[in-house]
């Protein structure tokens, strides 16, 4: 079975600076998807990034890029330029068939 | 709005009541979820339903009963809960796999 884990229950960021989130998963699949979501205290969960497991290439949405390390299973998301909004609860995900499996998620608060 | 409707936003139930958590999405997508999320804990994923089939249970106890009229609307019936069931329980729906599934706002269920 496909295993999520995000070391970080809580993380925190001076606003206008860089955080990066840690995020490993375990599995035996080539083919799969990748993906960062945010829930504010609003409960939405909210796509950010997403990162297909056949491209090299790290995804980058504006200030959100990630860091995919395919033979380390890795997946880390950075965030750049720190905004109040970012404050949220971020669980890194995994993609396999039909299946969405979660981390247990990494709490950032942004310090203004 | 992500186009994944859930209501109630909130619901208190007793141990002995019968209710329904509903789930409505508009977007197209063929494959909707029951997922829930209690604190501290991931998500956990409850069903699966594509093109309105079960595909998947994730050994759910019987006193949660999902149904799929069809595959805008997604139902979550209750029954005989008890404490241990309160959580928020999150609707999601997904296109292609690639793409991320999008969430509803959730219910927040509380078992009394």
């Known amino acids: 079975a496909q295993t999520v884990t995000q070391s970080q229950p809580e993380m925190s960021v001076q606003e206008a600076e860089t955080v990066t989130l840690s995020c490993t998963y375990d599995t035996s699949e080539s083919d799969y998807y990748l993906f960062w979501y945010k829930q504010p205290p609003s409960r939405q969960m909210i796509l950010v990034i997403r990162?297909?497991?056949?491209?090299?290439q790290n995804a980058t949405e504006n200030r959100f890029s990630v860091n995919f390390q395919k033979a380390a299973k890795s997946f880390s998301l950075k965030i750049s330029d720190s905004q109040l909004g970012d404050a949220a609860m971020y669980f890194c995900?995994?993609?396999?068939?039909?299946?969405?499996?979660f981390g247990e998620g990494t709490q950032l608060t942004v310090n203004p | 709005e992500t186009g994944v409707t859930q209501t109630p936003r909130h619901l208190v139930m007793g141990m002995t009541n019968k209710k329904s958590l509903k789930c409505e999405q508009h977007l197209g997508h063929n494959a909707m979820y029951w997922y829930k999320q209690s604190a501290k804990k991931p998500l956990e994923l409850m069903f699966v339903y594509n093109f309105k089939e079960q595909t998947e249970n994730n050994s759910v106890p019987s006193r949660f009963s999902p149904e799929c009229p069809n595959s805008s609307h997604l139902f979550l019936h209750l029954h005989t809960l008890q404490p241990e069931d309160s959580a928020l329980y999150l609707c999601?729906?997904?296109?292609?796999?690639?793409?991320?599934?999008?969430f509803g706002s959730g219910t927040r269920l509380t078992v009394v």
């Open positions: 999601a729906s997904r296109e292609r796999r690639d793409r991320g599934y999008t």
């Open positions: 990162q297909e497991a056949y491209k090299q």
């Open positions: 995900a995994y993609a396999s068939g039909s299946r969405l499996t």
